[in-house]
């Protein structure tokens, strides 16, 4: 193993252990100075945000999203004990992740999201081995997918009786629509929409037109299968009117509507706005005088999910949060939910928003074992629900909440325990005999606590930010840029209270107001600095936003077991050609020193370790497991790389990504 003492490498060690602890609630003011974020103010505000940026990349403390990756399809993995890849779990995280996500990490988002379109419901194609082998309607999505593998239901459960995957394909409709948005690729836009289409079509057939509310049977939620649908007199279970289908299919079409906007299919963008009114007529029908939302509603009137009533009296989480993070409700509205969540204390006995209090009285199953309260679907917690739950409190300025949220899943951060679900009631891991844990849906919180911020509402033809910043910030520089097509915003705030001011590259910006900073792309610089004032406060150049400097791509790294110095060698030997070739701002390339930089972190994590800048687990099962995953996430980086530039060459198109794989062969 090639092995050093560099500057850079010292620096990186006092670096991390210097950011790397958080004191609960500390709101000292002061300047503080991170990686990922700077300012003035609440420096304990400041040290979470970067926190939580730091997860999204290669870092010695924690584990980060680049573990979460499978080579067998070049695209992000569940969780190593869960080898596909799913709607419900992935929804929050990457709805929050995707304004910050770069290269590779978004071509490994698309790869993931082509498993449920590319073998989406056609009314003909047999989804998966028994007893998964259903035939889904066309438009259908799935609960999850793999390569050559789609299960159609959610799979758990009486299957026999359970509803498609309804709500599911609401939800991931409106993912891959937040998707091209933030692309901005018009080709792109043009060869997804006929399977977008197809989903909106499938959600349209389950349209009662009476009432304009939508029809689904049990486990058709998103949740599921904790929902049972309606229960017959004959003791069998049909379909009811499912709030959260309505609320997701609304925030759906809210994003199909831009998406065929920016593919300049206006005459559909004009049909779809029609069924987009008419769900949001029928949701005032689900909808209580308090502004909250119920459950579901039977086809006979009886209401589910009314807090505090003698029968389906438990509170209903998800559509309502949802309602909010989504903007399907007004201001008001949002306010009036969240502060009813909020006064429940039993939603949240352990920090973490849950899925429903008290128990179901309604499910299929007894509320025993699995289907305990608290345990799973009946009061587990569920981290993609609380990243947005996080949004909610953003948008209703409730950040002290939004802060217990982040500071909670660092207590499992902490212990390498990223797990989900998470038991007794959100304060245990699910699978706690596994020597570490870790799941992309754990990641909700970190990413809606940056998302949070400005909301970041993408349209057809423009970005709108809906500023959110804590009272005790007086200053913050986000110094990551986050996407809009080919543009680059980097963002920075100045004081506190309304929107007084707004610069891009230093100059006044007038297009702001109660509805957020309008930024339309084509006004919009290659990068954009943009600084927001506050209050009043004057702008000065020193307060725009500044770049993220660009990492150092190095051959040395320190000293870490397993690592092969023939990966090192020939990564960076083939970041020197594609330099040369002129496609270093390839997606290749931003694989190959995402490895690279997998590899050196190990070795930064290995050198804190023996200097003890880093705490040991708590057991030396769990030390060597964590220890063992960071070698083990880059090698399975670099064997990803290797297929895919293996399959790029096979390709008959003279393509830059068939260059790049001919420059990996030499």
Not at 344 to 354: C, D
Not at 383 to 394: H, P, Q
Not at 433 to 449: E, K, M, S
Not at 463 to 469: N, W
């Amino acid at each position: 193993m090639i092995e050093v003492r560099s500057l850079l490498t010292i620096f990186c060690v006092c670096l991390f252990a210097c950011v790397g602890s958080v004191t609960k609630a500390n709101t000292a003011p002061g300047h503080y100075e991170g990686v990922h974020y700077s300012g003035d103010g609440d420096t304990g505000y400041l040290n979470l945000l970067n926190i939580a940026r730091r997860m999204f990349e290669p870092d010695p403390q924690y584990q980060n999203l680049s573990m979460l990756y499978n080579s067998d399809w070049n695209g992000f993995v569940e969780g190593p004990t869960w080898g596909a890849w799913w709607i419900q779990n992935s929804y929050g995280t990457t709805y929050c992740a995707l304004p910050f996500l770069q290269e590779p990490y978004t071509t490994f988002l698309q790869n993931a999201q082509d498993l449920w379109f590319n073998q989406m419901g056609d009314g003909k194609r047999v989804g998966n081995k028994p007893p998964f082998d259903w035939i889904a309607p066309d438009g259908c999505l799935c609960d999850c997918a793999s390569p050559g593998a789609i299960i159609y239901k959610q799979g758990d459960g009486r299957t026999a009786i359970h509803d498609w995957a309804v709500e599911f394909t609401a939800a991931g409709l409106l993912l891959q629509c937040e998707l091209l948005l933030i692309e901005h690729d018009q080709t792109a836009a043009l060869r997804y929409l006929p399977k977008l289409e197809r989903c909106a079509a499938f959600l349209e057939s389950r349209r009662d037109k009476k009432n304009n509310l939508y029809l689904a049977g049990p486990a058709g939620n998103l949740l599921a299968p904790s929902f049972a649908g309606y229960r017959t007199p004959d003791g069998k279970y049909g379909m009811a009117y499912l709030t959260g289908l309505s609320v997701t299919t609304i925030a759906a079409l809210d994003r199909l509507i831009e998406v065929e906007k920016l593919a300049g299919r206006a005459e559909m963008a004009r049909k779809l706005t029609i069924r987009r009114k008419a769900s949001r007529d029928g949701l005032v029908k689900l909808t209580q005088l308090d502004g909250t939302l119920i459950r579901s509603l039977d086809p006979d009137g009886v209401k589910h999910g009314v807090y505090g009533a003698q029968n389906h009296g438990y509170f209903e989480a998800s559509p309502n949060h949802d309602a909010v993070c989504f903007r399907v409700v007004d201001d008001a509205q949002a306010e009036s939910i969240v502060s009813r969540m909020t006064s429940i204390a039993g939603l949240r006995p352990h920090v973490f928003m849950l899925p429903n209090y008290p128990g179901y009285d309604d499910m299929y199953e007894k509320p025993e074992g699995l289907w305990e309260y608290g345990t799973w679907v009946n009061g587990g917690h569920w981290s993609t629900c609380e990243a947005r739950m996080v949004m909610a409190y953003y948008r209703t300025g409730r950040y002290e909440d939004a802060r217990r949220s982040m500071e909670q899943i660092l207590t499992f951060a902490d212990r390498f325990r990223m797990d989900n679900p998470l038991t007794k009631e959100g304060g245990d891991v699910y699978q706690p005999n596994q020597p570490v844990n870790i799941t992309y849906d754990a990641y909700g919180p970190p990413t809606a606590f940056m998302r949070g911020l400005f909301e970041y509402l993408y349209r057809a033809d423009r970005l709108i930010l809906v500023p959110h910043i804590p009272q005790g910030i007086t200053k913050m520089r986000q110094i990551d840029p986050i996407r809009f097509g080919s543009r680059k915003l980097y963002l920075a705030t100045v004081g506190s209270g309304p929107v007084t001011g707004v610069r891009i590259n230093g100059k006044p910006w007038r297009r702001f107001g109660k509805n957020g900073i309008q930024l339309p792309y084509e006004s919009l610089p290659a990068e954009a600095y943009v600084t927001i004032l506050f209050g009043g406060a004057k702008w000065t150049s020193s307060d725009d936003a500044v770049a993220a400097k660009q990492p150092v791509t190095t051959a040395v790294v320190i000293d870490a077991d397993g690592v092969d110095p023939a990966h090192i060698t020939r990564l960076n030997s083939f970041l020197s050609r594609l330099q040369a070739a002129g496609l270093q701002n390839s997606y290749e390339a931003a694989h190959a020193k995402l490895v690279l930089d997998a590899y050196h972190t190990a070795g930064i994590r290995s050198e804190m370790l023996r200097s003890r800048a880093l705490p040991h687990l708590a057991s030396e099962a769990s030390q060597k497991a964590a220890d063992q995953s960071y070698v083990e996430a880059a090698d399975r980086l670099y064997v990803g790389l290797d297929h895919s530039l293996q399959r790029a060459r096979q390709s008959a198109s003279d393509s830059a990504a068939k260059r790049a794989a001919l420059l990996w062969e030499k």
